[in-house]
């Protein structure tokens, strides 16, 4: 059943969800409300990510699993920055070159959805993603400052990327500085209300100044670190919520609770193994899902050795009655 070519035909335009941005297009609009009720009818999407944007982006995993089950992951997700790199200028680290499939990707009937695993704009040179350097956090909400400079070219690069999807009627599932509760990314276990400010800066910098209306802004904080709310911008602000969940029993995921309080709808950001050995077993998370977590709108699944296609039951993970592909979008 192709959902959105069937609302639209039916001419349903009145929505129970309103998105962050008021000013948010029609397409973006529907994905958030059908994203909001697919928990009602106990299905939930199906995602791979496919790697950094021109260093390891490729769609190998994603054909294996079309291959091996019979169904193309619903989601594909790119990173337009592998922010460990070092580049003069730093500039060049962003890339949005995977767009080309991501635009191919959603005209298939998909989704699609980005991360940004930022360089650190303290640094001349980029790189330093786990290590603050010389970094004053709230430099970033000054742009007249070196930092702030720098953070404003990023902002200006991925700007470029994301609206070059939106003139392709592509809407983004956008998932920015995620894991923000942990201690491991730069932008990581800042003041909460520093944080919650940066936020606040770039959602409307890309809202208002750059006229960016296809984004539907996820706040995704780790499970394995505490206090995953504590950083929560405001519900203006944000459109889903998420958990990164990298763990070998799914039932023992944390602050699932606490997130879906927030009253938005909920996804796994990120999902995966905890021991990267190959023999994890995908098939405990449609089960885990249906006992304990019911309200998620989507899985989305890390690439590489925390793919399902190199570990167990891919097929019965994508072969869920509660899963839906994109070829049953």
């Known amino acids: 059943m192709h959902f959105y070519l069937k609302f639209l035909l039916i001419g349903i335009v009145c929505y129970a969800r309103e998105p962050a941005d008021k000013g948010a297009n029609e397409k973006t609009r529907y994905i958030l409300n059908f994203l ?3 928990p009602t009818q106990n ?3 199906s995602g791979q990510f496919a790697g950094w944007s021109n260093v390891t982006f490729n769609l190998i995993q994603m054909d294996q699993i079309t291959n091996l089950t019979g169904h193309t992951p619903a989601i594909l997700g790119c990173d337009y920055a592998a922010g460990w790199l070092h580049a003069t200028p730093p500039q060049t680290i962003i890339n949005y ?3 080309k499939y991501l635009k191919d990707h959603s005209n298939a009937n998909g989704l699609v959805t980005i991360d940004i695993h930022f360089p650190n704009p303290a640094s001349p040179d980029g790189g330093f993603l786990k290590n603050r350097t010389n970094l004053t ?11 702030g400079q720098r953070w404003k070219s990023y902002l200006n690069i991925i700007a470029d990327g994301l609206n070059e999807l939106q003139e392709a009627n592509v809407t983004v599932l956008f998932r920015p500085l995620h894991e923000m509760n942990g201690a491991w990314f730069w932008w ?13 800066s770039l959602f409307e910098y890309f809202s208002t100044e750059m006229n960016l209306h296809n984004l539907l802004w996820i706040y995704a904080p780790d499970q394995s670190a505490p206090n995953p709310s504590m950083f929560y911008p405001g519900d203006d602000y944000v459109d889903i919520v998420a958990l990164d969940v990298y763990v070998d029993d799914p039932n023992s995921m944390q602050g699932y609770e606490e997130m879906v309080r927030l009253g938005k709808p909920f996804a796994l950001g990120e999902v ?10 995908y098939s405990l998370w449609p089960i885990a899902i249906a006992n ?3 309200l998620i709108s989507y899985f989305f699944a890390w690439d590489g050795i925390y793919s ?3 570990n167990r039951n891919a097929y019965q993970l994508f072969n869920s009655k509660h899963v839906i592909n994109r070829d049953q979008l």
Do not use: A, K
């Open 97 to 99: 070159s995977c767009n």
């Open 137 to 147: 956090f709230t430099d970033l909400l000054d742009f007249q400052s070196e930092t």
């Open 36 to 38: 909001d009720t697919l």
């Open 308 to 310: 399902p296609i190199e």
């Open 272 to 281: 995966g193994p905890h021991t990267t050995d190959g023999h994890f077993d």
């Open 43 to 45: 299905r939930y999407l």
């Open 292 to 294: 304990h977590f019911n």
């Open 188 to 200: 990581g276990n800042q003041n909460s209300n520093d944080f919650r400010s940066v936020w606040i």
